[in-house]
């Protein structure tokens, strides 16, 4: 098995929701990413989870609060998001933070109204 | 700062012809470039990696290319075909996973 899956496909929030994405995997990777993608731009990395510890978080905003809670799965919880937060949100897996090729979901694609 | 273009946004050419797409990086060496493909509202997919010791690698029809005196990828597709029609994206690698830098992308079309 050489998916990762994502859920929800797509999600529409107001700004004072608050929302989860979900990502898995079980190739049993040990280094798991959250990113954000805009429209005709590439991927931004957010967040690195290397053996369930947050390993890197690019100075994103706290209303982006990821989780971890076991070695196959990624949260990234939402709260009172803006409109600019509106994307595509991709996961990616890989054998760990060393390793070259990286696996992608197939995202989430978010609309913050 | 460590920079890397991929010096078309768009790309077209005729179904049957080689597609190449040219990855040019500045300011750092990288240890190795990767190529994924990405559909529209989709996750990028694999599909070469190359190494900053080895000229040239292959995949059925794909082929990448790093010379790294003229700091640059190139990236083939040969017997093109209008299923390859897609975003391709360069990704260079250095320096373990905290040097990861995304160009931004060439949008293939292949007419048929």
């Known amino acids: 098995d050489t998916e990762v899956t994502q859920t929800p496909k797509h999600l529409v929030m107001g700004m004072t929701n608050k929302k989860s994405l979900k990502c898995e995997q079980h190739m049993g990777h040990r280094a798991m990413y959250w990113y954000k993608q805009k429209a005709k731009k590439p991927p931004e990395l957010m967040f690195v989870y290397s053996y369930e510890k947050l390993s890197i978080n690019e100075s994103v905003p706290s209303r982006f609060s990821p989780e971890c809670p076991n070695s196959s799965l990624l949260n990234l919880h939402l709260h009172a998001l803006q409109p600019e937060d509106s994307a595509l949100y991709l996961c990616?897996?890989?054998?760990?933070?060393?390793?070259?090729?990286?696996?992608f979901g197939p995202g989430t694609r978010l609309t913050v109204l | 700062s460590q920079k890397i273009e991929q010096n078309s946004e768009a790309l077209n050419i005729q179904e049957g012809k080689t597609a190449t797409l040219t990855c040019n990086y500045t300011?750092?060496?990288?240890?190795?470039l990767q190529w994924y493909r990405q559909d529209p509202g989709r996750g990028p997919v694999f599909l070469l990696l190359?190494?900053?010791?080895?000229k040239e690698k292959r995949k059925e029809r794909l082929k990448v290319t790093f010379d790294t005196t003229l700091k640059q990828s190139l990236f083939h597709i040969t017997a093109s075909q209008p299923a390859d029609s897609a975003t391709y994206l360069c990704v260079s690698v250095s320096g373990g996973y905290q040097k990861v830098t995304f160009g931004t992308g060439t949008k293939l079309q292949v007419i048929p």
């Open positions: 300011n750092y060496s990288p240890a190795y």
């Open positions: 190359i190494r900053e010791n080895e």
């Open positions: 990616a897996s890989s054998q760990d933070t060393n390793t070259d090729t990286q696996y």
